[in-house]
């Protein structure tokens, strides 16, 4: 049986070689390991190695994430982003003088169009001595506490991942940066890391006080007096959650997650906000961070979260940049209309355009497809 199957295939490809367009259309249906081919889509990037003066990282007594030497970071994974996720590891390791001691640590939803599976496959392909782990986010963990927001993106479960990062990573894991998947680190991500957390404070991030907090939340929110006094007794400060450092130990000992899920309850009886995953944090936080260089969060790169327009960067250095809101770079630059700053993304992009490829003719054929077919058989 062995002998005929693989008698099958060889004739198959003899075939197809000869005869593309008119034997082949067939094998299309069968699919790949990754239905877009995206593994065939993305440059091996180079390796990285540590710097003088790194710690020596040992997993002899520890379990590899729990290994004190390591700089630990969170990131969600799904097909949607995932360029944008390869390409601010990518920016990471490039300029981390420690990138050997750096974690990942990738939330993929259970349901995605690319398995989680297939998802680690791929960034072993790309980061092929990154150290990592891919954990499974349920999507009905919360997929009943979200409310419609302005932009059907911000309504991606994924988006509320941040808030169980505390149940999902090892309890070795006491210290996080949580890093959205449309930013690109310019600066050692290591300095990020040893940002301190004082005065019992759970977050750190870049915070701004003279933002108009109010358009943050609706009228309904500012004019029940049993609500909005939860700003009473602290100024109400914006922050952005797409750059965190997060102490998951505090964290855990105080069951934030809960008190975010509270608001997210409140949220589906009384509408007292507009924007996805940031107000209930803004609720639980705002005015209660510590507040670290805005340097590490250039954001709103994107946009605003209707039109996306071009925007420039903030006065001052600049060691993260953050492409929040509407407009995403590497969209803009396939559309041949990117705004100015989207080239400073695109030195970090491993996507690779397949242009002169045989499965661009119009007869669709795929020798990716074919082998994977064959492989199957065999």
């Known amino acids: 049986m062995l002998l005929l199957r693989q008698s099958a295939v060889v004739s198959s490809l003899i ?74 590891v990518h920016s990471v390791l490039r300029h981390s003088s420690c990138p050997e001691n750096v974690f990942f640590h990738f939330i993929a939803a259970e349901f995605d169009p690319a ?12 980061f092929p001595s990154l150290n990592f782990k891919v954990y499974i986010f349920r999507e009905d963990t919360v997929i009943n506490l979200i409310s419609s927001s302005i932009r059907q993106a911000l309504e991606n479960p994924l988006n509320y991942a941040r808030n169980y990062l505390g149940d ?101 009886k009384k509408r007292i906000y507009e924007l996805g995953s940031l107000p209930p944090f803004l609720l639980v936080f705002g005015g209660n961070v510590e507040a670290i260089d805005h340097r590490w969060n250039q954001h709103g790169l994107g946009g605003d979260n209707v039109n996306g327009v071009c925007r420039s960067l903030h006065p001052g250095p600049v060691s993260l940049l953050h492409w929040s809101g509407k407009g995403k770079p590497w969209v803009r630059l396939d559309e041949k209309k990117p705004c100015p700053l989207d080239r400073l993304w695109e030195p970090y992009d491993l996507y690779k355009q397949v242009k ?23």
């Open 15 to 88: 075939l197809c070689f000869f005869f593309p367009p008119l034997l082949c259309l067939g094998i299309r249906s069968f699919p790949t390991t990754a239905d877009d081919g995206a593994f065939f889509h993305y440059t091996e990037a180079p390796e990285y190695r540590n710097g003088a003066g790194c710690p020596v990282s040992s997993t002899r007594n520890f379990l590899p994430s729990c290994d004190p030497s390591l700089v630990h970071i969170a990131m969600t994974l799904d097909s949607g982003y995932l360029r944008g996720s390869i390409a601010a």
């Open 115 to 126: 398995s989680p599976r297939v998802l680690t496959r791929l960034v072993r392909s790309i």
């Open 168 to 268: 999902m990573l090892d309890t070795c894991v006491s210290r996080v940066i949580y890093l959205d998947s449309d930013v690109v680190v310019v600066d050692d991500v290591g300095k990020l890391w040893r940002a301190a957390i004082t005065h019992g404070r759970v977050i750190a991030a870049p915070e701004y006080c003279h933002a108009n907090f109010t358009k943050y939340f609706t009228d309904e929110f500012w004019n029940d007096p049993l609500l909005s006094r939860v700003f009473n007794t602290r100024e109400p400060c914006y922050f952005n959650t797409g750059v965190m450092v997060m102490d998951l130990a505090k964290w855990r000992e105080g069951n934030y997650k809960r008190k975010i899920e509270n608001w997210m309850e409140l949220q589906r």
């Open 356 to 378: 002169d490829s045989v499965r661009d003719q119009n007869w669709g054929f795929s020798s990716s497809i074919l082998v994977g077919y064959a492989h199957d058989l065999l």
